[in-house]
């Protein structure tokens, strides 16, 4: 006698993430194949935010974020600060002083897996 196979019931697929709006000026422009709204590059995971200080790579720009770190035995913080290799899609085009939106994605190279999404402040 064979079992009856019981129905798996799936949790729904929660929502896909917002997208960020392209900008005006590049709209329909951007070539680019690992932006998060023209490309195939589909963000997912954390979402963090910090300050690029460095765009003279093509396409990737570096940001840095700043944490703060506890001493048990002062009781203060001392400052620590992570470096990103962060995607710099052509339509966002994020310059050294801007504070972006970054999100977590597939690595796009060796050392690159985060891409931004929108800018915050932009200089
Ligand atoms: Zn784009």
Redesign the pocket.
Known sequence: MAEKKRAVKRAPKPAAVEQPA?SPQ?AGE?A?RS?????EVRPHGRVLSGTVVGAKMHRTVTVVRMRRHFIPKYERYSKRRTKLLVHN????NAQVGDVVKIMETRPLSKTKHFVVIGKMVST
């Open positions: 392209p590049k951007c680019d932006c998060p709204v023209h490309g899609p052509d339509c966002l």
